[in-house]
Each structure stands twice: as C-alpha cells, then as structure tokens.
C-alpha cells in the first residue's frame, strides 16, 4: 500500500519573500522575549557577494497541521540559511503531535543532517563566503507552549529567561551592547519590546556597513498566535532616541564643567530634557 504524504505546512503570509538567487545575509536578526511572547526582528539587506544590495525578507513563519507554530530568522549565506529551514519544516510537518522538545529535536536531527551532507564538506565552511548561517527560532507547541531558541550550526539552545534575547549577524556585536542594558528583565511589554528592538537595530543599520534596506518584525504570543508588524517604521523611535541622546550628552558636559559653577545651565538642561 502507498505511504500517506504528510500533510503541507502553511506558510504564514505575514511578510513578503522577494528572495531570488544566491545571496549573503550581512545581517543583523534577533529574537527578544517579552511578557506577552517573542518578538523576532531583523533588517531586509541582502548582498550579492558582497556589491549589489537588494531588499529581501529574512524572517519565515509557518504553522502546521500538527498545530504547532514555528518562525524562523537567520544570518549567513541566504540560499544555505533557507534550504536548512525547509529541511526543518519538512520534519516538522512528518510529526503527528509536538511537544517543544519534538520540535527540537526534529530541527537538530534535520539541522545535523543538513551540515553533515552540504556545509562541512564546502570548501568555503567558515571563510567568507562560505555555507554557514545561525538560525534564531520562536517554537510554539499546543502541548506546552512558546520558546525561543538559536542554533550554533546544528546544535540548538533554548534562550531562557535568564538570557532574554538572542542576536546573531554582522551586527550582533553592537546589537548585544545596546540590548544588554535595556534589557533588564524579560517582562516587558509589547510597546516596550517594540521600541527596545526598534532602537537596537535602526542603530546597528545606521552604524553597520551591510545592514540596513528597512525592518520587519513579527510577534508569536504565548497562545501561538502571530502578530505581524510589517515594515515597521523606526523614524518616531529614532528621532526620539537622537534628542534624548542629546539632551543627556549635553547635561553630562555641563555636570562635569567645574569652570562653570552654579545650577542654572544644569537647569536649562534637564528643561531641555523633558522637552
């Protein structure tokens, strides 16, 4: 008798992919928790070897007909990062009930699969230009609810509480110096998370060659639904943030003037500031 196929998943239309060829990520992609769920975020630069910059989409939700939710971001080389992921949603869709941990599992066994056969053996494995890419997933499971997680190639670790927030790309460096301090607790809430992430990549796209193009983000609740906040625009956050961060540079200077005594420019200052 004929094997019966498992059933589709369906990707979640909440961002277009205008992805085409072969493409490098120079990216900066994050994943932060919140009270409510995850937030998973990330800039829509894609190079071609590093010349032509296109806009393209980096974030990839699904759900299946197991019932779980499942949303993926990456960095690294594009078309390697995507043939990973359908290996993934592939394993997933063949489960017929999930639990997190199934979830797991089924990524790293497919993820283990998939850099045993096509990226260790590259030629390129960690140079430039090379296979490799890192995954940051939001996992959603009828059984036992939402995690986030992020791969080390095939190896996948949950991000806890403790940790709050994972970034991964060219601009992971100054993504996790802006986000360490903001990010005191993982109990923010959804205006707060938005404007956390918001700042921490408008920054990194204006101070990163290679990031940049726009933003996108998507939210996965904790009851597995998705909230799309599609091209969303950092203008507001970020000419907040530059006359905040002025005002403070500027209160600075004048504390530590000790040439200039008295307390009516500190005054006009923290006037300014509340402004």
């Not at 769920?37 to 974030?59: M, R």
């Not at 059984?143 to 095939?154: Q, V």
Request: charged share 20%; proline share 5%; glycine share 10%.
């Amino acid at each position: 008798m004929p094997t019966a196929q498992a059933p589709e998943p369906r990707r979640v239309p909440i961002l277009p992919n205008r992805i085409l060829g072969r493409k490098d990520a120079m990216t900066i992609a994050a994943g932060f928790r919140f009270a409510d769920g995850i937030l998973l975020c990330a800039d829509t630069q894609i190079s071609y070897g590093g010349i032509e910059k296109v806009s393209g989409t980096k974030i990839l939700p699904y759900e299946f007909k197991n019932g779980s939710k499942v949303v993926f971001t990456f960095s690294g080389t594009v078309n390697y990062a995507k043939g990973g992921i359908k290996q993934c949603v592939r394993a997933i869709s063949k489960l017929p009930t999930v639990s997190r941990e199934e979830l797991e599992n089924a990524i790293c066994n497919s993820l283990n699969e998939y850099f045993q056969k096509l990226v260790y053996t590259h030629p390129h494995y960690q140079q430039a230009g090379g296979p490799d890419f890192f995954l940051i997933i939001g996992l959603w499971s009828p059984k036992d609810g939402l995690g986030l997680y992020e791969t080390l190639d095939a190896t996948v670790t949950e991000v806890t509480e403790r940790e709050k927030f994972a970034i991964t790309g060219i601009g992971g460096t100054l993504g996790r110096y802006l986000a360490g301090p903001m990010m005191g607790h993982s109990g923010y809430s959804m205006p707060d998370i938005s404007t956390i992430s918001t700042l921490v990549l408008s920054e990194v796209m204006a101070n990163v060659e290679g990031c940049g193009k726009g933003a996108e983000f998507v939210v996965l609740t904790k009851e597995g639904v998705f909230s799309s906040i599609v091209s969303y625009g950092t203008s507001d956050v970020e000419d907040v943030f530059a006359a905040f961060h002025q005002s403070i540079n500027m209160a600075f200077l004048e504390l530590c003037d000790l040439s200039c005594p008295g307390d009516e420019r500190i005054i006009e200052r923290l006037d300014a500031l509340r402004t």
